[in-house]
């Protein structure tokens, strides 16, 4: 109620009073003219308030019944408040089915979970992709139609940095990428996109790699075999021929090296998950990698130490582990000045099991460190060359800690040396009793 409102008021209730007053004075009856004056007043007030509970709840939508005054005010605040909201309601509807047209166009399927992770709403395209049907999937959990275990593993996760690849529930030959979005006080939003197309091309550059790596392997042992026999042979004495033949053998060998880490990452990459899945007894497993360090080490003299904890087993395949760490290990030896020193350690701690492959060689420069798992990549190419390297073990090491659920962590010094971490979560460690 404004100011005004407050004085016209005051102003009609003395009038009022004063009405009565005359009355009375005419009549002598005081008490009744007032009682009477005052009880009128009454009654027309709870009138116009029955009105107003009437039309609030009857017809909201009509405009108010007429009403004169301060009641009139009061019909008509409320009428022009009812008209906003209605408007507003109109707006947010239009911008509602504006989203919904645009998301009935979209390509892509988008479904929204509430926070138990149960569907809300979703696009044609999810129906398309995902098999959603409307409605009966209504309130249902997303886990239960979408049945595939990496779904149901990803789904869990807390957050989703990465999008996941996985074939559609409709049709195994067409390939979904699906992405979980968090928004608003715990829901999510999916999205999948068909990706056959991308899928099918990296497919073909996979199999061409793997088939071009395949087919060159033949010739190559050929060619080594013949200069092995060549540089066996006793009769051979002319430093130049020796020295030409025991380069091309070298260079063969490396061929060699480069076709075997190209085949073990087509075969990494052919599918998700190793499949010859036991405990993998790693300290063994490190302690011949250890012996094969020293090996390659030979005269350049490294000094290299093992620390593992013998009860702590990892989960998967013990060939791709196997590969991982000795790529690590031989860096070590590779990219460590004569004489060095590399540590290995293998232990566990409440996050899960670490294998730390710590040397004080040369070092790698802070710019180098994200692209040093890319294939090929290379610090520097003479030294790649020096030693042999392929460019591929760290591609290698990424895929197999990848499909271990591990991770990988590179801390380096120019000059002080590198420490390689691998890290794999405690759901991945099996303890045995009995020595490794
Ligand atoms: P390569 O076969 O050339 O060694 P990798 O993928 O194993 O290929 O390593 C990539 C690059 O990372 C190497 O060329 C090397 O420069 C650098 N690197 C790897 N390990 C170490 C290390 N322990 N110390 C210094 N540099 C390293």
Same mark, same amino acid.
């Given at each position: ?15 009022? /009073? ?59 605040? /409320? ?50 992709? *995902? ?58 939003? +999916? ?89 993998v007894p790693v300290a063994a497993l490190l302690r011949r990698i250890q012996a094969d360090a020293e090996? +390659? ?7 290299i130490e093992l620390e593992a904890d013998p009860q702590l087993h990892l989960?998967?395949?013990e060939?791709?582990l196997h590969s991982a760490f000795a790529n690590l290990v031989f860096?070590a ?9 590399i540590r290995i350690r293998w232990r ?5 099991a670490h294998l730390a492959v710590e ?12 692209? *040093? ?49 691998c ?13 490794a």
């Amino acid at each position: 109620m404004n100011q005004d409102w407050r004085g016209t008021l005051i102003r009609q209730l003395l009038l009022l /009073l004063a009405g009565c007053l005359l009355v009375g004075l005419l009549s002598g009856q005081y008490a009744w003219a007032l009682a009477i004056g005052l009880g009128a007043w009454l009654g027309w007030t709870l009138w116009q308030l029955l009105r107003l509970q009437d039309w609030l709840s009857n017809r909201p939508d009509e405009p108010p019944p007429y009403s004169r005054g301060l009641w009139g005010e009061v019909f008509d605040s /409320l009428y022009h408040l009812q008209r906003r909201q209605q408007r507003a309601r109109e707006r947010l509807q239009a911008v509602i089915e504006r989203i919904q047209e645009s998301t009935t166009a979209l390509r892509d399927a988008v479904v929204m979970l509430d926070a138990d992770g149960n569907l809300e709403w979703w696009n044609p395209a999810a129906e398309r992709l *995902l098999g959603l049907k409307s409605p009966q999937d209504h309130g249902q959990p997303v886990t239960n139609l979408v049945r595939h275990p990496r779904f149901k593993e990803y789904f869990e996760q807390s957050s989703h940095p990465e999008p996941l690849e996985l074939p559609s529930p409709l049709d195994d030959h067409c390939r979904l990428q699906l992405h979980i979005t968090h928004y608003g006080h715990g829901q999510r939003l +999916l999205l999948a996109r068909d990706v056959t197309r991308m899928h099918q091309l990296e497919q073909m550059r996979k199999d061409f790699v793997a088939n071009v790596s395949h087919e060159l392997r033949t010739p190559l042992t050929v060619i080594g075999g013949y200069l092995e026999t060549l540089l066996d042979a006793p009769d051979d004495a002319n430093p130049r021929r020796r020295r030409a033949l025991e380069r091309m053998q070298q260079q063969a060998r490396r061929m060699q090296a480069l076709l075997d880490d190209l085949l073990l990452l087509a075969r990494l990459e052919a599918s998700d998950y190793p499949t010859d899945n036991q405990p993998v007894p790693v300290a063994a497993l490190l302690r011949r990698i250890q012996a094969d360090a020293e090996t +390659l080490s030979g005269a350049r003299g490294h000094r290299i130490e093992l620390e593992a904890d013998p009860q702590l087993h990892l989960k998967g395949s013990e060939l791709e582990l196997h590969s991982a760490f000795a790529n690590l290990v031989f860096n070590a030896v590779k990219y460590t000045q004569d004489g060095g020193q590399i540590r290995i350690r293998w232990r566990a701690d409440a996050e899960g099991a670490h294998l730390a492959v710590e040397d004080d060689g040369i070092g790698i420069e802070e710019r180098h460190l994200p692209r *040093l798992t890319e294939r090929f990549y290379r610090v520097d190419a003479g030294r790649a060359s020096r030693t042999g390297g392929t460019g591929l073990g760290l591609a290698i090491v990424k895929h197999v800690l990848a499909r271990h659920h591990g991770r990988l962590e590179i801390v380096s010094r120019v000059g002080r040396g590198s420490t390689f971490t691998c890290h794999f979560p405690a759901s991945q460690l099996l303890r045995h009793q009995e020595q490794a």
